[in-house]
């Protein structure tokens, strides 16, 4: 997300600097249903309920706000938005908002009449998860038989209809080796980019760390092959790269930072800085169905928690880089404290801000 096409778009805001400015994007789990059981995903145990998610009209509504309060982008996302029988008219509702509109999809539950129709409707863009380019494995991570091939299908379909397509390849210790052949599929299929995400270790995720992060010197062999990649493949493809902060040297500033960039709306309408941020206890979160979206931008107790700088303690609070990471990603800071202690160096040093 880039600050420079926010600014030259953003509806003006009466408030404190740090968030007078609109979100650039609008994250939309539309329900936690998914087809799929990766391991690396939302808590099963946690999942919200169908007869809690919210209805077209509510979901048309949180559209048109967004719209109102200056979003440039939706991402709607899951579990798996497919499963979603209204998804049409949410999409010509984000369409009708001028909002620009990604998919986030597993691709499993798509035929191409439907994605067709979806395109006709005015869909921007398609973002496909894939578990990895050897389908026997991609299927066993993602506990669905047959789910590589469909995937491959849909994305030739995506190009058919002309829609901006990237790749999403989480990665970890069941995939790492198949990275260079994880490239090579996303230049394969006509993606425009593919998104090299190394999982990150928190909720569910952090429950299976032990079958899922990788070493650090596998983590380092692929940061040297992704930056040559990256080279190599100038003008063809972009690769965007995602690291686990367990192996980074710095903290990164999750989501723009807390409260800059980017608003999740749950299925059932609670709205959050980050999709994550119910696995940070005590937090409270206001609901799409009590307050409009201008509303919990603004004035949220849990989007201001965590907004600028004004929070830090030390050693944060005089670093020279607090307002390049924003203190990193509360989520992973604030993971329970035996799992912290593994953490490298800058874990460590930022464990004042807990
Ligand atoms: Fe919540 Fe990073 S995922 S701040």
Redesign the pocket.
């Known amino acids: 997300m880039n600050e420079m096409s926010t600014s030259s778009h953003a509806v003006e805001l009466e408030a404190t600097p740090v968030c007078a400015r609109a979100p650039v994007g609008l994250l939309a789990e539309l329900t936690h249903r998914c087809p799929l059981q990766c391991p690396y995903c939302s808590n099963p145990l946690e999942l919200e309920r169908v007869n809690t998610e919210l209805s077209t009209e509510d979901w048309c509504r949180v559209m048109r706000e967004a719209g109102e309060l200056g979003v440039l982008q939706v991402h709607l996302s899951g579990g798996e938005p497919t499963a979603r029988k209204d998804l049409e008219e949410i999409i010509k509702a984000a369409v009708d908002a001028g909002l620009y509109t990604n998919l986030i999809t597993a691709g499993v539950l798509l035929n191409k009449g439907r994605l067709q129709g979806l395109a006709d409707i005015g869909l921007d863009h398609v973002q496909l998860s894939i578990q990895d380019v050897d389908a026997e494995n991609a299927d066993r991570i993602a506990a669905y038989k047959g789910g590589a091939a469909k995937k491959h299908q849909v994305a030739g379909w995506v190009k058919d209809l002309g829609l901006a397509l990237t790749i999403n390849a989480p990665l970890h210790r069941q995939n790492i080796a198949s990275l260079p052949k994880i490239i090579d599929y996303a230049v394969e299929v006509g993606a425009g980019r593919l998104e090299v995400a190394h999982i990150?270790y928190?909720a569910w995720a952090l429950k299976n760390r032990a079958a899922l992060m990788p070493t650090e010197e596998e983590f380092l062999d692929t940061a040297r092959y992704v930056k040559a990649a990256q080279e190599r493949l100038k003008g063809i493809l972009v690769i965007d790269f995602v690291v686990p902060d367990y192996y980074a040297k710095y903290p990164k500033p999750?989501?723009g930072g807390?409260g800059r960039g980017i608003m999740n709306v749950t299925p059932s309408g609670r709205v959050l800085?980050?999709?994550?941020?119910e696995?940070?206890p005590g937090l409270a979160f206001d609901n799409i169905k009590d307050k409009g979206l201008r509303e919990i931008w603004l004035e949220g107790e849990a989007f201001n928690l965590?907004r600028g700088t004004d929070w830090m303690k030390e050693p944060c609070k005089s670093c020279p880089r607090k307002e390049i990471d924003f203190g990193?990603?509360?989520?992973?800071?604030l993971a329970p404290s035996t799992m912290a202690a593994s953490y490298n160096t800058w874990g460590t040093a930022c464990s004042a801000a807990r």
């Open positions: 990150q928190y999750c989501m807390w800085p980050c999709h994550a941020a696995s940070l965590y990193g990603c509360r989520c992973q800071a």
